[in-house]
């Protein structure tokens, strides 16, 4: 699995231009921040949107957070509309990921999650077969598979050393199984129906903050759910934690809950 943050929201050139002749500040770097500030206080304030930062701004990012938990004042701001449920507000900043290696059973799980947009690769236009460009069809080996190291017989299959050479024979055959489909003409679209849950895909997937922090919330480590998609879990979080740190402590208390 190889996940990659390739896109996320930011203020435009003309807001920020506009910012900074305003105030001489350039919140290049805090993004994310400036955008939860504007549709936070929108709420609250008789000022205009695109008055809060210029306006605003110094205040909250310049000064302590008046709660004593650390941060600016913004972060304490943004604490406490969390805390109080008002996290709409915060589907206005959007990350976009590209994910990699990720099996058909994870992409089942993951599409039950609301509001997260998809692009994700086709087995009906990209070939799957030992000789296409593709080179066959990978595929995620569960944990448990490797853990399991007495021998296994089965009266269809014959036996095998252990878990892992059965499954590795499941897949091996049924690569065999799609080749010789599209060998006897049957089109990608009908032959991909052998393909095990275990085939990976790449996909595109965007989301808003908030979607992304009940995602973590539900799907993180130690939560109940599966290997595979909490790995995922892990890596969408640290991949937004990079460029904004200040959210590290959203996805902390997810945890704690």
């Known amino acids: 699995m190889n996940v990659k943050l390739i896109a996320h929201s930011t203020l435009s050139d003309d807001f920020s231009d506009e910012i900074f002749a305003q105030t001489g500040i350039n919140y290049e770097g805090d993004d994310r921040a400036a955008i939860a500030l504007t549709a936070i206080r929108t709420c609250y304030s008789p000022l205009k949107p695109t008055e809060i930062v210029a306006k605003e701004g110094a205040k909250y990012f310049g000064n302590a957070a008046s709660d004593g938990e650390g941060g600016t004042d913004a972060d304490r701001l943004f604490r406490h509309i969390t805390r109080s449920g008002h996290t709409s507000t915060l589907e206005h900043i959007t990350y976009t990921f590209a994910v990699e290696g990720v099996s058909r059973s994870l992409l089942a799980q993951l599409t039950r999650h609301r509001h997260l947009s998809f692009s994700v690769q ?3 236009y990209v070939r799957m077969g030992s000789a296409d460009k593709s080179g066959g069809f990978e595929y995620v080996t569960p944990p448990s598979v490797g853990r399991h190291d007495g021998s296994i017989v089965n009266e269809d299959w014959g036996a095998f050393s252990n878990a892992f050479s059965l499954y590795e024979s499941v897949m091996e055959y049924l690569q065999s199984a799609y080749d010789a489909l599209r060998a006897a003409g049957v089109p990608p679209e009908d032959a991909r129906m052998v393909l095990p849950n275990a ?45 904004d740190p200040w959210l590290a402590a959203y996805f902390d208390a997810k945890e704690d809950e």
């Open 199 to 243: 085939a990976t895909c790449n996909l595109v997937m965007t989301g808003n903050l908030r979607t992304f922090l009940d995602f973590y919330a539900k799907r993180r480590p130690g939560n109940g759910a599966q290997h595979e998609i909490a790995k995922l879990a892990v890596s969408v979080r640290d991949e937004i934690v990079k460029v």
């Open 122 to 124: 086709s087995q009906r």
